[in-house]
């Protein structure tokens, strides 16, 4: 059976999401461990407006304030879902997780109302599984700002792979 795969996001954002946490991890870290907090509330303080090592200090803080809706972001768009034979393998960059095709009870389709924080109102698609266990959770990808047919071909394609995994075992 051949492996596919959905990605929730096009490559640019993904690498401009991680371009940014890179960005907020780095600010981050140069404030804790070469400059330390108490120095960059004294240079925001005591510098004037303008000057360089105030404009610095200031570019820091904007990295920390852009570093966690970055990392979010990143999540959210490094996302991936993998039809295997074995099951369905979803990684994101803070969790992996295989899910065997016996242990699946239902695959839906859902509308997330307010579903991107950004964009309030706008709901957004997402295939959501149900396990023999009771657990549900949508998958990483594929995701969409509309229920179209791309993503009901894949939501297809997961339930006739997932039919015929589960036929050949109790056959």
Not at 9 to 37: D, H, I, K, Q, Y
Not at 66 to 91: E, H, K, W
């Amino acid at each position: 059976m051949q492996t596919i795969e959905y990605r929730p996001m096009s490559r640019w954002w993904l690498w401009s999401a991680a371009v940014a946490s890179a960005a907020g991890v780095f600010s981050f870290c140069w404030v804790t461990f070469v400059l330390g907090w108490g120095a960059l509330g004294e240079h925001v303080a005591e510098r004037p407006r303008g000057s360089a090592q105030n404009q610095v200090a200031v570019l820091l803080l904007i990295g920390l304030i852009i570093a966690v809706p970055a990392l979010m972001g990143l999540n959210f768009a490094a996302g991936l879902t993998r039809l295997q034979a074995d099951g369905i393998r979803m990684s994101t960059p803070l969790r992996r997780r295989l899910v065997p095709w016996h242990d699946i009870a239902s695959i839906s389709g859902e509308e997330q109302e307010n579903g991107v924080p950004w964009r309030r109102g706008i709901p957004l698609y997402r295939i959501r599984l149900t396990l023999r266990s009771g657990e549900t959770f949508c998958l990483p990808a594929p995701v969409s700002g509309e229920f179209d047919s791309a993503l009901e071909a894949a939501k297809g394609e997961i339930i006739r792979r997932w039919k015929a995994a589960t036929a050949a075992v109790h056959a």
